[in-house]
């Protein structure tokens, strides 16, 4: 997964009467996966651990970071 963030930015200076502008810039790719901890998955099953066609099954987990669905 890439996720990259833009971080742009103006500075303005004003010396002795004359407008100065400089843009700022920064970027951050991070294209490491996501670690995902305390994953469950669980079905409406009479065993939940268990599921048949028509069951519904949940997967629940957290991560480590946000995650675009």
């Known amino acids: 997964m890439r996720r990259s963030s833009l971080l742009v930015g103006l500075l303005l200076l004003v010396v002795e009467?004359?407008?100065?502008?400089?843009?700022?810039?920064?970027?951050?790719?991070?294209?490491?996966?996501?670690?995902?901890?305390?994953?469950?998955?669980?079905?409406?099953n009479a065993n939940t651990a268990y599921a048949k066609v028509g069951d519904t099954v949940w997967v629940y987990f957290t991560a480590d970071e946000p995650i675009d669905p």
């Not at 100065?20 to 305390?38: F, I, M």
Request: glycine share 4%; net charge negative; hydrophobic share 40%.
């Open 17 to 44: 009467g004359i407008l100065y502008a400089q843009e700022t810039s920064e970027v951050v790719d991070d294209w490491s996966p996501p670690q995902l901890t305390a994953v469950s998955i669980l079905s409406n």
